[in-house]
Each structure stands twice: as C-alpha cells, then as structure tokens.
C-alpha cells in the first residue's frame, strides 16, 4: 500500500499497522533529516546566533547597521530587534552641561559682589 505524504507507517509482520503523522519540529529547532515511510522527522537546534519561529529552517539573526541599536536580543526563536539610535543624545547633554555651568557662574559672580 502506498502512503500519503507525511506519514510514518509502524510495520507489523511485513505490513503497515499503523500510519502516523511525522512528527514536527519545535520553534528554535530544524529539521535535520525529513520523514521517510521508516524513520520519523529528525530535529535539530538552532546554533547560537540562528532562530527558527516554524521548526522547519534556522535563519541567521539580523545585524545591525551602525546607525542602529539593539532594542531586542536574539534568541532561538526570534530574530533581534534593531532600532535608530538617538541622533541628538550627546548634543542635548552638552546643552545641558552649559546651562548648568552658566548658572554657577552667574551664581558665583553674585555671591562676590
């Protein structure tokens, strides 16, 4: 008897007994060796730095440009995150530092009249 596409059949004396779905991989695995008529779906895990959302391939993570972030690290399962990084983070300290430092010059110059 011939079987239907993703099926393990168990053989009892010389017949299929039983025909079973093969079994499916997880999300963060792969699979390594497809089903046959005599062997289940072989998985394998991802490697570090690879995730799988479907248990069928492993993709590697994105990476990052230089003018993006990290907002989510990688995992088995899911890809990193990247985000713009803030354009005028060291612009608005350097205002700040000189706002703060022109009040205590003018604070001090008061105070020595």
């Not at 690290?73 to 713009?84: F, K, N, P």
């Amino acid at each position: 008897a011939s079987l239907t596409f993703s099926l393990l059949c168990l053989i009892d004396n010389n017949r299929c007994s039983l025909a079973e779905k093969y079994s499916q991989c997880a999300a963060g695995q792969r699979i390594k060796e497809p089903g046959t008529s005599k062997s289940d779906t072989v998985c394998e895990d991802c490697q570090p730095g690879f995730f799988s959302k479907d248990g069928v391939n492993c993709t590697a993570w994105t990476i990052c440009s230089k003018s993006q972030i990290i907002v989510e690290e990688g995992s088995s399962t899911s890809d990193v995150v990247c985000g713009s990084a803030p354009r005028h983070h060291y612009g608005l300290i350097s205002s700040v530092m000189l706002f703060l430092i022109v009040i205590c010059l003018v604070i001090t110059g008061i105070e020595n009249r």
